[in-house]
């Protein structure tokens, strides 16, 4: 890895090109985060200087009750590197899985940032149990519910990322023995909601600029940023014209998967779920619908409860 928690340091686009990010690639992803966002190339620029200016934000990232799939997803992002631009170009001064500080050192960077004149932002990751005052998810001594009510509300806003965090996710399902609830039921404030499990990582750098350059994007009824969410995924599906001429598949090894005919009576939620994953490739690669695989519903709203069974027989 090639972070730098906590420095805040200048010069950002001098450094990722010493980190072999080329001004070429760098805008190549600016205007894919721009294009995310809904905005034309032109805006490619400002996105570029919310990533580099020269005075930074302070994030706090904490980690609850999770698997840390959704930082995972965001250090995997490539071309370039996040390391070498999100988690460098802005001050992420306390993050709990990536930072080299541990135990007291750890603990005096997290107060250091909310002590701050300037404020910061915070970023959520992972559910909340509830049961016993909290006390089965601890960090540091101090349970994770207790950590986020006190930091949430001092926050210049915050973002949760992932399904976890947005709502509860697996914890939160039934029979939910922890008692989870997502940061909103905690704490009663409006969260920007980046859903998924995991969610695209440009859909989490696009919330960030534009909470930057612009303040808190519009959210739907779940918190979500409509520019992201806005959309069912079938309704950008690359299968659309197979469903619409009722060409389905019977079967993932069937001779009409292998055509690329529709996964909906394999079990595909896409037509009930709202995310740019056709639009907005992971890693500019591909997505589950694209490799085969029916689109599960992971940004709704307790999708474990609600989206299974995820697999139907045709």
């Known amino acids: 890895m090639n972070f730098s928690v906590g420095l805040g340091r200048d010069d950002a686009e001098k450094r990722l090109e010493q980190n072999g990010v080329s001004r070429r690639d760098f805008m190549k992803f600016c205007a894919t985060v721009a294009a995310a966002m809904g905005m034309g190339p ?40 996040i390391d070498s631009l999100i988690l460098d170009t802005i001050s992420l001064d306390y993050q709990e899985t990536i930072m080299a500080a541990a135990g ?3 603990e005096d960077a997290l107060h250091k940032a909310i002590s701050s004149p300037d404020g910061y932002y915070l970023v959520v990751e992972g559910g909340l149990p509830t049961i016993d005052g909290g006390n089965w998810g601890m960090v540091s001594g101090h349970p994770m519910l207790e950590t986020t009510k006190k930091l949430a509300p001092k926050a210049k806003g915050v973002i949760c990322i992932g399904t976890c965090s947005c709502y509860g996710g697996i914890q939160k399902a039934k029979p939910n023995p ?41 959210l739907d009824s779940n918190g979500r940023p409509k520019i992201f969410f806005g959309e069912l995924v079938h309704d950008n599906c690359q299968r659309l014209k197979h469903f619409e ?37 992971f890693n500019q690669v591909n997505w589950p619908v694209g490799a085969g695989h029916p689109c599960i519903g992971c940004s709704e709203p307790d999708f474990w409860d609600t989206m299974t069974p995820f697999y139907e027989q045709g």
């Open 178 to 218: 922890s008692k989870a609830i997502s940061v909103s039921e905690a704490t009663g404030l409006t969260t920007i909601n980046i859903a998924g499990c995991p969610p695209n990582p440009i859909n989490f750098v696009g919330a960030v600029v534009h909470v930057l350059e612009k303040g808190i994007p519009e």
């Open 245 to 281: 001429n009722s060409e389905f598949a019977p079967s993932f090894d069937s001779e009409e998967a292998k055509k690329g005919y529709c996964l909906y009576e394999l079990g595909c939620k896409g037509p009930v779920t709202y995310n740019n994953c056709p639009k907005v490739l």
């Open 42 to 81: 032109a805006f490619a620029p400002k996105v570029a200087q919310a990533l580099t200016a020269k005075h930074r934000p302070s994030v706090v990232w904490l980690h609850n009750a999770e698997c840390t799939g959704c930082t995972e997803a965001a250090l995997r992002t490539i071309k370039p590197f």
């Open 104 to 106: 007291d050192a750890a």
